[in-house]
């Protein structure tokens, strides 16, 4: 019943503006970019399908009804390539996302901690998001689109034609970080990502001057579920930046009440034993189960050999080598521990040395593999010196002897292992 009054109510709004649409639609004050979003987003805010609908319908009814979590292998964090003037090196970017999924990851998350998001500007972000969501169109099986019941819920255009092979995996997921110190900001930050593509967002919370309650934490997570609706959110945990400590329980809590949340990105210590934790609340509660919601590793995968132990669904971090971390999730996922800790052991020292405070390392290592031509991180930043250039150049050569590292790694790499 409900369903047949909008649609009738957005058909005849749809026959009265078509035209109007059209007509504003080839202003040439808009891009062609920019005329599209604005005829596909009017369309169907006036046309909304039954489909989308009657998902919101169900979605009020039962948490338990949450689509499975696509959050399943490597994720990794990307770098923001800035030429010398710190203005972006957009066409960088998108060389080092080709790359990534080349090298076969499942998705990537960008405008994060390592991509400096806290030194770009919101025009940046939509830059850096439209990109991202253009190579994800270049590479995917199946061009991604945003979720269904977007505020705008743009119908996907016909997908630029490829300029390489198409991944056989699927969808090729872009998730954004958003995350801001208000949460009304938040929300906008979420919002605006959805409506450029993406196919996710990652949420972290911000500290106070003093602690906020659980309910507050809970409420934080709900209002960027409730003004993004259907948009999967990974909620990091990770303290070490945000000086916000959560406990197992409100973890728990917030996926049980909080439908969008889809992905735990657990990096607070000790990691294992809090993803056990987690996992035995999940288990043995049926309150606080988890709905389908995975758990990934991050911290630059430093404890990932433990935390595959614990029963991870992969990996979400910035460890420029994702060919590394594939291996090791197959293994992990194939129960055989023995070969995953092989690897882990393998390459423990590139791990942990790329795996020292800021971003000007890691930005190195993404230079020296040729995936960005100059490793320039924003002010106040400080750059890599010269002697940390020289030590992690020879770790890699310690690391991967006679091995080209700006291709992905070719599995006689890890054959021995």
């Known amino acids: 019943m409900v369903v047949g009054i909008h649609r009738s109510f957005a058909s005849a709004l749809h026959a009265r503006t078509q035209s109007r649409l059209s007509s504003a639609a080839q202003s040439p004050l808009l891009s062609n970019h920019g005329a599209a979003r604005m005829l596909f987003c009017a369309r169907n805010l006036v046309q909304p399908s039954a489909t989308r609908l009657a998902v919101r319908h169900s979605s009020s009814e039962s948490n338990s009804d949450r689509p499975a979590s696509f959050f399943r292998g490597v994720f990794p964090i990307m770098a923001t390539p800035f030429n010398a003037d710190e203005s972006l090196d957009v066409e960088g970017f998108q060389k080092a996302l080709r790359f990534m999924a080349e090298a076969g990851a499942d998705g990537v998350t960008i405008c994060g901690v390592l991509g400096e998001s806290n030194r770009m500007t919101d025009n940046e972000r939509a830059t850096l998001i439209s990109a991202a969501v253009e ?17 705008c819920d743009v119908p996907t255009p016909p997908p630029t034609p490829p300029q390489s092979s198409p991944s056989s995996k699927g969808p090729f997921r872009v998730c954004v970080g958003t995350s801001h110190a208000g949460t009304a900001a938040t929300v906008a930050l979420s919002q605006m990502a959805q409506q450029l593509g993406a196919a996710a967002v990652m949420v972290t919370p911000s500290k106070e001057p003093t602690p906020v309650s659980a309910d507050t934490m809970v409420e934080y997570y709900r209002r960027v579920g409730k003004g993004c609706p259907g948009l999967p959110i990974v909620l990091q945990d990770h303290p070490a930046s945000t000086q916000v400590h959560m406990s197992v ?92 800790h092989a690897i882990y052991h393998r390459f423990l020292p590139l791990i942990v040395f790329e795996q020292q405070p800021g971003v000007a390392v890691r930005k190195e290592l993404y230079r020296l593999r040729g995936l960005i031509a100059d490793g320039h991180v924003r002010h106040p930043a400080n750059p890599a010196s010269a002697a940390l250039k020289t030590a992690l150049a020879a770790q890699i050569a310690r690391s991967l002897p006679n091995v080209d590292v700006t291709k992905p790694l070719p599995p006689a790499v890890f054959d021995e292992l």
Do not use: H
């Open 249 to 340: 329980d409100l973890v728990a809590r917030i996926v049980a009440e909080v439908e969008n949340v889809s992905c735990i990105k657990l990096e607070s210590l000790p990691t294992p034993a809090r993803i056990a934790a987690l996992r035995n609340l999940w288990e043995n509660s049926t309150e606080l189960g988890s709905r389908g919601c995975t758990i990934l590793t991050g911290l630059g995968a430093l404890y990932g050999g433990f935390d595959m132990e614990q029963g991870t669904e992969g990996f979400m971090t910035g460890f420029a080598f994702p060919e590394i971390l594939i291996e090791m999730n197959r293994a992990a996922q194939a129960k055989d521990f023995a070969r995953a």
């Open 135 to 151: 190579v994800a169109r270049e590479v995917s099986a199946t061009p991604p689109s945003s979720p269904p019941l977007a505020p």
